[in-house]
């Protein structure tokens, strides 16, 4: 909470809210929406296509596995031709909200540039889930089952277990709402503590590592649905609230201009 | 630090402290014989105990009407599905 | 507030008026407390739905359990619980080194509840009853598990409160986020209340 005990003054780091740099807000929407692209992507192509939403059971043989993966071969290549596409648009929604964190800090601002380091490397791990994948489709009837059962875990692994970083943006965003000393905040505060709810949530998916079976396995109750409807639903929530953030940032750059406008 | 002992929290926390001593000392299932009856009363004590904690420690007593409506929807939420469940076999 | 008699002021807030009705913290810190609740309410719920499908089975592996550490460490939460409400009422007094004593024996408390938690889990460990056990035992660690890592998260905060509060005056905001934090170590300590009852009495007799 220490970084959080900032005073409500401003100091002689503020500068004017004139001077603000404007936002282009009609970029900013779109990378908004690609947060929203991401997740329609992630349900047509990994429910309807793929059909693997929830994952095969860590329970099941290699040889079904490697049946599951030969059924839908095809299903498998255009999913993921198009989650390809889908999960890359995690870099451009996560940086809609790093533009807003850039406003809400003052001075040398760390965590945009710490945020911004991280949402590069983090879009890499949604990209291997759908490579993989594509990767296991294109000879299945060639691999070897057992081969075929470790490259399916691997999947989810790579899915489930690389949690960190993505709770870690959460706690950015989290310290830059509540840490924000603008007149009027760029996000509500409320929106600081739903990520803080939201990281602490996905949590529990380290579990994955232990159980083949039960609500904390990969396709369970807890580290599957709970944490898919979590970190997707955080992506929804995050993309309205920088949508209505362009609002506001239009109508504080309408405003300028008309005071510019009267004054000239 | 006489003060900190002579308030409604300490009293809350003394009851709260003497319930949970007292069913521990009164057997694992409070002495009740019955696996079913003694699982419902010890679910229903906590409750109680939750809602001790919502009002006095969290304040939810002098806060705006809505909160402690909410906390004790939710409550009653929880107590019907823990209870149900742990009954229907 | 501050001028009330802090031996009268229980009273006084017993019969609160609508006009001083005020939330604790903020309301985004409740939005927090909320979706935590539900999470957890999620997790009880899945520990009954096993539980109902092998009912033996758990109760055999419940048995297991030494239900005297589970009562201690419920007494170490209570009372940190109780430590952190009257830390609270001391800053609001403007009693800061009261409060941050408050608040460093609450964190006190929960490292003895972190300790109580290992030797019971080191135990049952040596005993042969790991995660990989049973579900019983799988609940056992993963429940008690995300709890702890509220515990270790809220003592953080605890002791970032106790820094605060021994720095002179509060600033508005300091208040609040005092109560906040001190909303959340609540949360820790219900959950507690709850997860007790579950794991370690519900089903014997």
């Not at chain 1, 529990?204 to 649905?225: K, R």
């Not at chain 2, 003694?38 to 006095?56: E, N, P, Q, T």
């Amino acid at each position: 909470m220490a970084v959080l005990e900032t005073t409500d003054e401003p100091s002689r780091l503020d500068p004017p809210v004139d001077d603000v740099k404007p936002i282009n807000t009609r970029v900013v929407r779109l990378m908004a929406w690609s947060g929203v692209a991401l997740v329609i992507s992630l349900v047509v192509a990994q429910g309807l296509l793929m059909r693997f939403v929830p994952p095969p059971s860590p329970a099941m043989s290699a040889q079904e596995i490697a049946d599951l993966y030969i059924d839908r071969k095809l299903a498998i290549r255009v999913g993921t031709l198009i989650e390809c596409i889908g999960f890359t648009f995690y870099l451009t929604f996560s940086m809609s909200i790093v533009v807003f964190m850039r406003r809400m800090e003052r001075g040398m601002p760390v965590l945009t540039y710490t945020s911004m380091a991280n949402n590069g490397g983090g879009y890499v791990f949604f990209l291997l889930m759908p490579i993989t994948w594509a990767a296991l489709a294109f000879r299945p009837e060639t691999l070897d089952p057992a081969l075929m059962q470790i490259a399916n875990d691997y999947v989810w692994f790579v899915f489930i277990l690389s949690w960190p970083p993505f709770a870690l943006f959460m706690v950015y965003v989290a310290l830059a709402v509540l840490g924000d000393r603008n007149p009027t905040p760029v996000f509500p505060r409320w929106v600081g503590f739903f990520n803080l709810w939201t990281a602490v949530l996905i949590i529990p998916a380290g579990l994955v590592e232990f159980y083949t079976a039960g609500p904390f396995a990969y396709d369970g109750e807890l580290s599957f649905w709970f944490v898919w409807f979590v970190f997707f639903g955080w992506i929804m929530v995050m993309s309205g609230v920088t949508l209505r953030a362009c609002k506001a940032e239009e109508e504080r750059q309408a405003a300028v201009a008309g005071r510019d406008g009267a004054a000239a | 630090m006489t003060e900190l002992l002579q308030t409604r929290t300490t009293a809350v926390w003394a009851a709260l402290a003497g319930v949970t001593v007292l069913s521990w000392a009164m057997g694992s299932g409070m002495g009740i014989s019955d696996v079913e009856t003694a699982g419902v009363v010890i679910l229903l004590i906590s409750l109680v105990k939750v809602r001790f904690v919502l009002s006095d420690f969290m304040e939810v007593r002098t806060a705006p009407l809505w909160l402690g409506r909410a906390t004790d929807a939710w409550l009653a939420a929880l107590g019907i599905m823990m209870i149900s469940r742990f009954l229907i076999g | 507030m501050t001028a009330v008699d802090v031996r009268t002021a229980p009273d006084t807030a017993g019969q609160p008026e609508r006009h001083r009705r005020k939330i604790p913290g903020e309301v985004g810190i409740w939005m927090f407390i909320g979706g935590d609740m539900i999470s957890f309410s999620f997790l009880f719920f899945l520990f009954l739905h096993y539980r109902a499908n092998d009912t033996a089975g758990f109760t055999a592996s419940q048995a297991h359990l030494d239900q005297n550490l589970g009562l201690l460490n419920t007494l170490l939460m209570l009372t940190s619980s109780w430590l952190v409400a009257s830390g609270v009422r001391f800053a609001a007094r403007q009693r800061g080194d009261l409060a941050a004593r408050c608040f460093l024996g609450a964190v006190g408390c929960a490292a003895a509840f972190a300790v109580v938690k290992a030797v019971e889990w080191g135990g049952k460990v040596a005993d042969g009853h790991t995660m990989s056990s049973d579900e019983f035992f799988m609940f056992y660690y993963c429940c008690a598990g995300i709890h702890m890592i509220h515990v270790v998260i809220g003592s953080g905060v605890l002791l970032s409160m106790a820094a605060t509060v021994r720095r002179s005056k509060l600033a508005g905001n300091e208040q609040r986020n005092i109560e906040s934090g001190a909303t959340f170590w609540h949360l820790v300590d219900l959950l507690w209340i709850v997860l007790f009852a579950l794991l370690y009495l519900v089903g014997q007799s």
